[in-house]
């Protein structure tokens, strides 16, 4: 929960789930149909829910591609938006840790589809994210569904020098199919005399970034020999020319890509008898090409909370899945497995390149002999861990006999070294007695191998909502300027940051020959029981895989 002080009526955003524990942690979002354009929005209040009074930055992702960074704020709501066409089964929201100590965390995550018949002129093939959504001349904030169908968060601005208007008529019409709610377009701001432009700037953070421009208005009165048109310029050049209709909201669909700031122009035309007028606005960027169509099967391997397996898998030393016909391609967690130091693939038909989660991991042995799809792959380690193994083995045994032999041996201390002829003494009554016994000695050894894992260490945009100005409570900072709007995002590191964790145990490097499973298997036949004896010694834990 948010601390109390941060508490409003907005119930949705006094409580959040914080991720301290992954890099990466992600919400998989059932969708109806692979070919569905759905508008997805995820909400973020701090509220110095962990009494730190740092709100962390962090990435977000959808579907293994990043969509912006997220700067949260402790005073305001920070939300992103994004039209995305599914790829697959699914869509995956990620949030990912991109700096030391801060964590990622979300208030709210909504995903609702769309029809075809809306937004057809932003390309399925991108992701779009809403920079901009203004309802012109309105005071309240439009809040999603129900007062937006779609589940659209609309801002409310009077730009400086122009004039709110407010329309005569509660009916309306629409000619425009992405379908705006009435009540951003019965609010309306015109321009303050009949030769006045309107001029609205907004900030892009992208350079030569596409532009998807959605301009809505309509007329606000019934005007009698009276007409209104305009011509809309972006980046001063020339798009349409237009005639708003009483009762009838019409529009403008504008591509645009601009050198730096966006400009959008309504100039009235000579022939107008009413000055520029503009109901609302919806500016969307579109996002860098899609470098995947999901999160990888390998993240999801590692992601997905509903595996039980995994959670338990995380605090394994030894996974031994060889000789069970697996196949496939290696999963790539199993090398991120804080607490894993032998990995035991033998004999199996797992098939590409050994993930380098893997490979790269100096604290893990692995053994893939007996695939025959995999690359001639060998393991220096492996024979310096059996190596190891039977050389202590044989130095034990030979330290125990050489110290039992010693104790038996040796003479007792303070013992004459002058024995009879007979090699017996003789008593008093003449017979012969026998030597004490020497005091037996018993020696034991482990060679169970002490290993004590140790913890894992645990360790802005957007039009921002305050907490007073929303109609259910939460306020707004209204910003009475469109060109004031920063939404600005510095591009942050991709890049999930990796966790160091340490088993405790002791690395060393030793260039040692190569060896493979042939090699091995002779060495430990010839030492019998005692490479035998290695072996069985070795904890094992057997997990079963899918097989696909």
């Known amino acids: 929960m948010v601390s109390y002080s941060s508490y409003t009526t907005w119930e949705q955003m006094n409580s959040l789930r914080s991720f301290t524990q992954q890099n990466k942690n992600c919400y998989t979002l059932p969708i109806t ?10 909400m973020f209040k701090y509220g110095n829910y962990d009494g730190n009074s740092n709100p962390p930055t962090f990435d977000l992702e959808i579907d293994g591609n990043k969509w912006t960074t997220v700067v949260s704020s402790s005073a305001t709501i920070v939300y992103h938006e994004v039209i995305y066409t599914s790829k697959g089964d699914n869509i995956s929201v990620c949030l990912a840790r991109t700096q030391a100590k801060q964590f990622p965390f979300i208030s709210s995550l909504e995903a609702l589809p769309l029809p075809d018949t809306m937004y057809t ?9 809403n920079t901009y959504r203004y309802n012109y001349g309105a005071e309240d904030w439009i809040v999603g569904y129900p007062d937006d169908e779609y589940n659209r968060i609309w801002v409310p601005v009077t730009p400086s020098g122009l004039v709110a208007v407010i329309a005569d008529t ?9 379908n705006p709610p009435d009540s951003a377009i019965l609010d309306a701001v015109e321009a303050a005399s009949l030769l006045d432009t309107i001029s609205l700037s907004f900030r892009i953070s992208k350079i030569n970034s ?6 809505y208005y309509t007329e606000m009165t019934l005007q009698i020999n009276e007409t209104r048109a305009f011509d809309i310029y972006v980046d001063n050049e020339f798009e349409l020319r237009t005639s708003p209709e009483y009762q009838n909201c019409t529009g403008a669909k504008i591509n645009a890509q601009p050198a730096g700031n966006l400009t959008v122009e309504l100039r009235p035309t000579a022939e107008s008898m009413l000055p520029p007028i503009i109901s609302a606005i919806e500016v969307y960027t579109a996002g860098d090409p899609l470098v995947t169509t999901g999160t990888s099967q390998d993240d999801r391997y590692g992601l997905e909370g509903p595996l039980p397996e995994f959670s338990q898998m995380k605090a394994l030393q030894t996974i031994d899945l060889s000789d069970n016909n697996l196949n496939g391609t290696i999963p790539e967690f199993l090398g991120n497995l804080p607490n894993l130091m032998l990995l035991n693939l033998h004999s199996n038909n797992f098939s590409g390149e050994v993930p380098r989660t893997i490979t790269s991991n100096k604290k893990l042995t692995y053994i893939i002999d007996g695939n025959s799809n995999l690359p001639n792959h060998k393991r220096k380690k492996l024979a310096l861990l059996i190596g190891l193994a039977v050389g202590i083995s044989l130095g034990i045994v030979l330290v125990i006999t050489a110290i039992v032999y010693f104790l038996k041996n040796r003479p007792t201390t303070g013992q004459q070294a002058v ?3 007979s090699g017996t003494s003789q008593g008093e009554n003449g017979s012969a007695q026998e030597k004490p016994q020497e005091e037996s000695v018993s020696v034991s050894a482990s060679t169970e191998p002490q290993v004590q894992p140790s913890q894992p260490d645990n360790e802005h945009n957007k039009p921002m909502l305050t907490e007073e100005n929303v109609r259910m409570g939460v306020n707004v900072e209204n910003t009475n300027q469109a060109s004031q709007a920063n939404t600005s995002v510095e591009p942050v590191s991709t890049g999930a940051m990796p966790v160091s964790v340490n088993a405790g145990s002791i690395h060393q490097e030793s260039e040692v020959p190569d060896i493979d499973m042939d090699e091995l298997n002779d060495l430990l ?10 072996r069985t010694q070795m904890p094992t834990t057997c997990v079963t895989l899918p097989t696909s």
């Open 210 to 215: 596409l532009n998807h421009i959605l301009v």
């Open 33 to 42: 149909t692979q070919t569905a354009r759905y508008f997805i929005r995820a």
């Open 121 to 129: 002129g932003m390309s399925r093939e991108l992701a779009w994210l």
């Open 525 to 534: 036949d010839q030492h019998g029981s005692i490479g035998t004896s290695a």
């Open 419 to 421: 024995e009879p002829a």
């Open 170 to 178: 509660t009916f309306i019409n629409y000619t425009t199919y992405e």
